[in-house]
């Protein structure tokens, strides 16, 4: 009986857990993100997240847009910042996570809904950040208004 209790304990045990932690070494990084990025191809989302922003364009411009992001967007300059970063803010670990949700049917099918998400919250991030743009160059140039003259 000890014997069952021990390897129901055992097996319980590896099932709570992740099954075999991933060394947190450079080299496993590079591993889990090689997978993300061939789950997560970036010329794909890029080419999505330029198609949906350019449908914010008005019609004739539109074609503009995408030879613009297509023939003089450095991708490789992208993909380069991407692998940078990843390298120094996650862990082998948390990169296998990132990987096995993208390559899942679930994750996939998130994925292919990114460009669109985008293309629709961006003109609303933009036009906020030009609104508060605009109302702290007025709250300096008020604040300019009201300070004494300076004697020299």
Do not use: W
């Given at each position: 009986?000890?014997?069952?209790?021990?390897?129901?304990?055992?097996i319980?045990?590896?099932?709570?857990?992740?099954?075999?932690?991933?060394?947190?070494?450079?080299?496993?990084?590079?591993?889990?993100?090689?997978?993300?990025?061939?789950?997560?191809?970036?010329?794909?989302?890029?080419?999505?997240?330029?198609?949906?922003?350019?449908?914010?364009?008005?019609?004739?411009?539109?074609?503009?847009?995408?030879?613009?992001?297509?023939?003089?967007?450095?991708?490789?300059?992208?993909?380069?910042?991407?692998?940078e970063?990843?390298?120094?803010?996650?862990?082998?670990?948390?990169?296998?996570?990132?990987?096995?949700?993208?390559?899942?049917?679930?994750?996939?099918?998130?994925?292919?809904?990114?460009?669109?998400?985008?293309?629709?919250?961006?003109?609303?991030?933009?036009?906020?950040?030009?609104?508060?743009?605009?109302?702290?160059?007025?709250?300096?140039?008020?604040?300019?208004?009201?300070?004494?003259?300076?004697?020299?």
């Amino acid at each position: 009986m000890k014997a069952f209790q021990s390897l129901l304990i055992i097996i319980l045990a590896t099932l709570s857990g992740p099954a075999v932690a991933i060394d947190d070494t450079p080299e496993n990084r590079l591993v889990q993100i090689e997978r993300y990025l061939e789950a997560v191809p970036p010329k794909k989302i890029f080419e999505d997240l330029s198609n949906q922003i350019a449908m914010n364009f008005p019609p004739g411009e539109q074609l503009e847009f995408r030879s613009l992001m297509k023939d003089f967007v450095d991708l490789d300059v992208i993909t380069d910042a991407m692998v940078e970063s990843m390298l120094k803010h996650f862990t082998a670990e948390e990169l296998a996570a990132i990987a096995d949700l993208y390559e899942s049917p679930v994750g996939q099918s998130a994925m292919s809904k990114m460009g669109v998400y985008m293309a629709e919250v961006m003109p609303v991030i933009e036009a906020e950040i030009m609104r508060a743009v605009d109302e702290f160059e007025k709250k300096k140039a008020e604040r300019r208004r009201t300070l004494p003259e300076r004697a020299d």
